[in-house]
């Protein structure tokens, strides 16, 4: 055992510090400290971790490659920019690696359903494609504004053969969906699992998907110090809930020669209402059964929150990022909808790579860093995923 005190968290509750543990009803209490106790007797099994090994060798396609971006690092005249390329994962995202996990975990559980919700349909998709994988029957429970705003994710939804649930309560959102979700997992959750789509919630979720998505930063730890006989001095991803940031960092939380710089949405500006930057403007609070971050407005109700990329729009955080943030391991800072922008066609320009609008936080951070820096230091930065279901959007608000 490690005597990190980074690594050995959560404690049997589910506490990083005073962030996470189960703010729940206590019949749902009972239902979560099942599924821990299960994960943790799984998690240890040889076939548990032979299969999603395979699976994420030959499904998924890893290792993901670390790819030196050298145009880009020679024209920025700075740093050496890397990227680790989780964009090309199969469908396209660091988000396949947890669900993969999850579904895999509801087999080995005898799970008779997996129940998710969905805001944009990223979430959705790459349960749906794990699930299909797996052979679980799937529901995917989706506000019906989102359905009719996210046209290809919903056509994926239904070919990859999920049960999708449209949702008209409220204002028929992501919180709505959240809601309509949770009501069917509590209609029977010994056969049901409930498979949340980032590092938050109630313990033990924000532990099961860390540990999934783990393997980012495990081969990109390896496969720089093979390539380069040295680590990285800056380790970047964007922070929405924070499980590709996560993944990335947890491999690096002992070295303390590696800055880890997380990178939040700054929308249309930090002094504007309109942005979701939950770890440099908001405070510690509650919200979806963990203690966490949270993003208030004067009269200390949940923001409305805003991001050009939608995977990023979420009031709250992951209680470890909260953690990270409070102890000073993990610097947290932001980049606004316009850099984002810049930085997506940037890249897509000297590189030949369209990032999604959310990894484009992390290469825009990179892009402002790099020039101040000298040309023998190394910045990674997290790709979490691909672009081309921004492309249109971008596209057309750019006039291109
Ligand atoms: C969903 C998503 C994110 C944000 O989620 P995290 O849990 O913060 O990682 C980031 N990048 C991509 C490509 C996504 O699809």
């Known amino acids: 055992m490690s005597h990190s005190p980074f690594v050995n968290l959560p404690d049997a509750q589910g506490y990083f510090g ?13 239902v979560m400290d099942d599924i821990d106790a299960a994960y943790e007797e799984i998690r240890h099994r040889e076939d548990f971790q032979q299969e999603l090994a395979e699976l994420l060798a030959d499904y998924v396609g890893r290792p993901s490659p670390i790819f030196h971006a050298r145009r880009l690092s020679t024209k920025l005249g700075g740093a050496q920019i ?97 809601d309509s979700a949770f009501e069917e997992y509590l209609k029977d959750p010994q056969q049901f699992i409930y498979a949340i789509g980032s590092v938050v919630g109630p313990h033990p979720f924000p532990k099961m998907v860390r540990d999934f998505q783990s393997v980012i930063g495990r081969e990109a730890r390896h496969q720089f110090l093979e390539r380069h006989g040295c680590l990285p001095d800056h380790v970047t991803a964007c922070v929405g809930g924070g499980s590709n940031a996560i993944g990335m960092f947890t ?63 979420y009031p709250g955080v992951g209680p470890q990022h909260s953690y990270l943030k409070e102890v000073g391991r993990v610097d947290y800072q932001s980049a606004t909808d316009a850099e984002c922008l810049d930085a997506f066609l940037m890249l897509s320009r000297v590189e030949g790579i369209i990032p999604a609008l959310e990894s484009a936080h992390a290469v825009a951070w990179a892009l402002r860093e790099a020039p101040k820096l000298p040309a023998d230091q190394h910045i990674l930065v997290n790709l979490s995923g691909r672009g081309d279901k921004d492309a249109d959007y971008v596209a057309h608000h750019l006039g291109l």
């Open 18 to 30: 005073r962030f996470g543990g189960q703010h729940i009803p206590p019949e749902l209490k009972a």
């Open 82 to 178: 890397h990227l680790k390329r989780e964009d090309l994962n199969h469908t396209g995202a660091h988000k396949i690696n947890h669900c993969l996990g999850e579904a895999l975990l509801a087999k080995f559980m005898g799970k008779t359903k997996v129940i998710a919700e969905t805001g944009a349909g990223q979430h959705g998709v790459a349960l749906a494609t794990a699930c299909a994988l797996v052979g679980i029957p799937c529901e995917i429970h989706m506000g019906q504004v989102d359905i009719e705003k996210e046209h290809p994710n919903v056509t994926k939804m239904k070919i990859l053969g999920c049960k999708l649930v449209p949702v008209t309560r409220g204002i028929a959102t992501l919180k709505d969906a959240v």
């Open 251 to 313: 491999a690096f939380l002992d070295d303390a020669s590696v800055h880890l710089v997380g990178v939040e949405p700054a929308g249309e500006g930090l002094d504007t209402k309109r942005h979701s930057a939950t770890l440099t403007l908001g405070k510690p609070g509650e919200i979806h059964g963990m203690a966490c971050y949270v993003l208030e407005d004067d009269a200390g109700n949940v923001m409305p929150v805003h991001s050009i990329a939608s995977g990023l729009d």
